[in-house]
């Protein structure tokens, strides 16, 4: 069974930015597979996060890719970025829409279904379930299932972003389920065996 859409990747940035990063996620999304890429940086300073942001929006931009900044609306609102992704222990969608008025709003919602009726009655963009495998980007302290997919759709027509160590060999099973999206990282940029280039790649069913 073949995606919603052609753009199904909603691609997270590396914990580090290396050398030919800039290089690298050019090409990627000239592959025309992300629909959105997040600037995740945990260990980055705001001033630093500026000027990467800057040179990503660029990037994404001149992609047609929608870029997302985690965490922080004031940095979004800085860079005016698409929109922020909040995680359940940053500020409630209600402030952050103060700050970035009608940006793209997206939420983590783990496996929770209050957490889910939550983030639909405070009218986030979208919701992000997971996570659904083991990840080496992050520890996984909610393992998510796929009944969540499924009652998140009775619910809602809010797009859904499925997360947690999605990579090749796992992603075709996950789209069964009609998410929207899936969130990848660690595959694309951690990769042993391919370079970011390559591995994109293999999340297609041309293969």
């Known amino acids: 069974m073949k995606p919603h859409n052609k753009k199904y990747i909603y691609l997270i940035s590396p914990n580090h930015i290396y050398k030919n990063f800039y290089e690298d996620l050019h090409k990627i999304l000239r592959t025309n ?6 600037l995740r940086l945990k260990n980055y300073s705001t001033k630093e996060i500026l000027l990467i942001g800057k040179k990503i929006k ?17 940095i979004a609102k800085i860079l005016d970025s698409d929109g922020c992704h909040l995680g ?16 793209i709003i997206g939420v983590t919602c783990h496996n929770s279904i ?7 009655k405070s ?27 499924s009652i998140a759709k009775k619910l809602s027509k809010i797009p859904i972003v499925l997360i947690g160590g ?3 060999f796992n992603f075709k099973k996950l789209l069964l389920h009609k998410p929207n999206f899936l969130a990848i990282s660690g595959y694309i940029w951690n990769n042993k065996n ?3 280039v390559e591995a994109i790649k293999k999340i297609t069913y041309e293969n």
Not at 61 to 71: A, E, H
Not at 114 to 120: H, S, V
């Open 33 to 38: 597979k992300v629909a959105y890429f997040q």
């Open 58 to 74: 660029l990037i994404c931009s001149s992609n047609k890719v929608k870029f997302i900044v985690n965490d922080t609306p004031k």
């Open 88 to 103: 359940q222990s940053d500020i409630k969608i209600r402030d952050a829409r103060k700050i970035i008025k009608n940006k």
């Open 114 to 120: 209050l957490l889910i009726k939550k983030a639909i």
């Open 123 to 149: 009218k986030a963009n979208y919701i992000a379930l997971g996570a659904f495998y083991p990840s080496n980007t992050k520890k996984v302290k909610y393992k998510a299932n796929l009944k969540t997919i």
């Open 166 to 168: 999605i990579n090749s």
């Open 194 to 196: 391919l370079s970011p």
